[in-house]
């Protein structure tokens, strides 16, 4: 006999009804806060590092903290995947489905999180070697990235549950969270590099102690949120039995999950593969590169806010079967995106001198050079946004493979290879004009393949095989 389906709890938002820009913002909003927030952290974190160790130890921290995204990359795809499930079970209202794919997913990355943090601790010092790190950059690296990986199964599950989170049309809870994470790592981030209130001075291994801290602490406070507030995605007595992973909703997880994750691996392989040509350029060279992507991250967060909520809105309402809703979404997603990105990419190149002096001091070598470097690659970010937030769209029927393979073309065989091509005639600057040819690579392709709308016909199993044929016998 069928059981009935556990009511919903608290939080969440229907992202099938409403207008569709006003309900699309809204629901962004709070992700674009998130992303500012971890943005604002790498970033104060980067200056306590700076100005307290010097340039070699910065120059540490942008190698080890590209390798600490590719792990995180391993982790992105199942998320969405696991969002994707999420978001059309809470479209056609089956609150038992979100529950088991949820179940499923924080199960699975426990396991996972923990052999990820293992492996990354003991082979540190072979990824720094691989990385081409500088010498006198390496020490720091190794140091801060050992520890790092031990705050892995934190940041792991923290990812995961708060994309889930954000398939049910929460996107509130993971920002308050991120609140108490930044105030801890940022608040923390002196405190162990220089032993200050009685705390070991630690040097470089401290700044990645706070961030372990805080990420520990988020992850038990966001746990305790979940129960205290009855959120919809919590589970209670018997569902405690999904945490099992279940084999046919692991395997869609896993099916559409590791497209995404590649997705996620691209990028970050084709950063490492362009960090490395950086890396034989010398210091002040990595330390500007490594300061202008801490502009940059400001520049693109827009693009992942307004393409994670666009992929949740059409999610649902896939679910729930409202086409029109989908392409609207996608639309109101490309336009405010440009206009967002657009402003910030002015405010940033209007202010930059003051905002890299943070990170180098006015008086850096490096200072010029990071400046010709935003100069020339940022407004491919314009681009890289309508990208994204067509890759949010197709995605939300479980369409993963297209937009894997028009990211692999843009950053390989157009963005590396045009470096090869350009720099015997152009020199270092190839590295950072190649850039914007990428990302209008990448735009064009994805703006052909949602307009061929076979992402339209792509489906996924959100159902439990193991579930299902339980409540269908007598």
């Known amino acids: 006999m069928a059981t009935a389906a556990p009511k919903a709890g608290q939080g969440g938002r229907d992202l099938t009804s409403g207008p569709i820009a006003r309900t699309l913002v809204l629901f962004a909003l709070p992700t674009l806060g998130t992303n500012i927030l971890q943005s604002l952290n790498g970033s104060v974190n980067s200056i306590w590092v700076g100005r307290f160790l010097g340039e070699s130890a910065l120059a540490a921290t942008s190698n080890a903290n590209l390798v600490m995204f590719l792990m995180l990359a391993a982790v992105f795809g199942f998320g969405i995947a696991a969002t994707i499930l999420v978001g059309q079970n809470m479209g056609r209202r089956d609150i038992e489905g979100v529950r088991r794919a949820m179940g499923t997913a924080v199960g699975s990355f426990a396991i996972l999180s923990v052999l990820v943090s293992a492996i990354g601790y003991l082979a540190s010092p072979a990824i720094l070697h691989l990385l081409a790190t500088p010498p006198d950059a390496a020490r720091f690296a190794q140091d801060y990235l050992r520890v790092i990986f031990i705050a892995m199964p934190a940041a792991f599950l923290m990812t995961v549950i708060t994309m889930g989170m954000r398939g049910t049309g929460d996107s509130m809870t993971p920002f308050i969270v991120m609140i108490l994470n930044v105030v801890l790592d940022s608040g923390l981030n002196p405190v162990f590099i220089r032993g200050l209130f009685g705390a070991p001075e630690m040097g470089i291994a401290g700044s ?32 405690l039995r999904w945490l099992v992973p279940d084999p046919a909703l692991l395997r869609v997880i896993v099916v559409k999950g590791i497209p995404m994750g590649l997705q996620m691996f691209v990028i970050s392989f084709a950063g490492l593969a362009l960090m490395g040509l950086v890396n034989h350029a010398g210091t002040d060279v990595v330390a500007a590169y490594g300061v202008t992507l801490q502009l940059w991250t400001y520049i693109q967060m827009p693009a992942l806010a307004i393409s994670a909520a666009v992929s949740a809105m059409a999610a649902q309402n896939v679910g729930a079967g409202l086409w029109n809703r989908v392409d609207a979404a996608t639309r109101w997603g490309i336009v405010v995106n440009l206009a967002v990105t657009a402003g910030l990419i002015l405010l940033v190149t209007l202010v930059d001198r003051a905002m890299l002096a943070l990170f180098l001091g006015g008086s850096s070598p490096a200072l010029p050079i990071a400046r010709h470097i935003h100069l020339v690659a940022s407004w491919s970010f314009l681009m890289f946004g309508v990208t994204m937030v067509i890759f949010g769209t197709v995605r939300s029927t479980g369409a993963v493979v297209a937009p894997l393979v028009i990211l692999a073309i843009a950053m390989f065989p157009v963005r590396l290879g045009a470096v090869f091509a350009l720099r015997p005639f152009i020199g270092i600057e190839a590295l950072w004009w190649t850039m914007p040819i990428s ?9 052909a393949y949602y307009r061929s709308g076979t992402w339209r016909k792509v489906h996924m199993q959100t159902v439990s095989s193991r579930e299902g044929a339980a409540a269908t016998q007598p």
């Open 208 to 239: 990645a102690t706070a961030t372990a801290i805080a990420s520990y602490v988020s992850l038990l406070v966001l746990i305790a949120m979940i129960y205290g507030r009855d959120l919809t995605i919590r589970l209670r007595g018997s569902e």
């Open 439 to 447: 990302s209008l690579a990448s735009m064009l392709m994805a703006l």
